[in-house]
């Protein structure tokens, strides 16, 4: 029930939005703005299975396009360990210290530890990431074409 009138008040928060912010507080306008590209932890979460179909080591879906400020999940699903490696030298500039903090014990440049557990997961956000395309490959499998690429959008 509380979430729900929560919802609704957003909402028409949400309606009012094209006018002058309601409260004055004085403080920053944190009004969102359709020009302004940068909406922090605001955006759209994406699944990445890893998985082994067959005999076919796969990210599933192999290539995903997102807006910058989206999070993606990659999951082990089937097959692992897998791991989520970028290609250091091939994302875009200034892309490495956004993903860098956010893989933790990483086994080479940009690229994550083994995922050992079933649904173990890495979870990435791209607030802040600059647009472009980011390569990966899951090294345990990269002989085998396990590879992906995302593609973030402004
Ligand atoms: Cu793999």
Redesign the pocket.
Known sequence: MMKMAAVGVAAVLLACGGERAPEAGGGADTTQSAANPVTPAAGATHDVQ?VLEGTA?RFVPAELTIKAGDRVVWHNVS?????VAFWADSVPAGARPVLEPQIPNPIGPLSSELMVEPNATLSISFANAPAGEYRYT????LA?G?NGKLTVTP
């Open positions: 890893m080591y097959g692992g360990p897998h791991n899951c090294t345990p499998h085998m396990m």
